[in-house]
């Protein structure tokens, strides 16, 4: 069992940064993919961008590649998500997740995070 949680959601103006990070609860934080995904009002759930246990494999959706980086310090059992280059359309709740192997698809992940909002005004 993994327990999640965001924070460093907020609102900000378009071109600014924002940095979210993911706690994790548990001893065995490097042994799981970790994502961060994304859910607009009134749209689907969406990949942003998933990293592997060890943090050397990762995968990006083509509307942040660029402009969002991810990391993962497993000795603290958290992930951050650096967000530069914010756009209006990157507004949404963004919630972090962990898996029992690396996948872009949302349904493979089997702990979710509560979300933190992410707005950016133009």
């Known amino acids: 069992q993994v327990h999640l949680v965001e924070s460093g959601g907020g609102l900000v103006q378009a071109g600014g940064s924002l940095r979210l990070s993911c706690a994790a609860s548990?001893?065995?934080?490097?042994?799981?993919?970790m994502g961060w995904f994304r859910q607009a009002p009134g749209k689907e759930r969406e990949l942003v961008v998933v990293v592997s246990g060890s943090g050397g494999r990762t995968y990006y959706a083509d509307s942040v590649k660029g402009r969002f980086t991810i990391s993962r310090d497993n000795a603290k059992n958290t992930m951050y998500l650096q967000m530069n280059s914010l756009k209006p359309e990157d507004t949404a709740v963004y919630y972090c997740a962990a898996g029992f192997a690396w996948s872009t698809y949302s349904r493979d992940y089997a702990y979710w995070g509560q979300g933190t909002q992410v707005t950016v005004s133009s």
């Open positions: 548990g001893r065995t934080f490097s042994s799981y993919a």
